[in-house]
């Protein structure tokens, strides 16, 4: 599974990153994205599910080549 971007238009607490261990978070003014490999689709569903319950609007969603992160 390819390292995925995900931007949230919402600023995450630092409560609720814990609740994704498995992900880098990065806060941007009005934002917050979230980025990291994910192992399969089960997991993705599990983050997407999560951010759902939790009421954290999903802005975009973007697979990104391994390259952007080993530079």
Known sequence: ???LFIRVNA???DDLVEAFPQLTVRHQPAS???SGTIVDQQQLQGVL???DL???PITEVIALP??????
């Open 66 to 71: 391994d390259a952007v992160f080993d530079e």
């Open 11 to 13: 600023d995450i607490s």
């Open 49 to 51: 599910g999560l951010l």
């Open 32 to 34: 917050t994205t979230l």
């Open 1 to 3: 599974m390819p390292t």
């Open 54 to 56: 939790l009421r954290v």
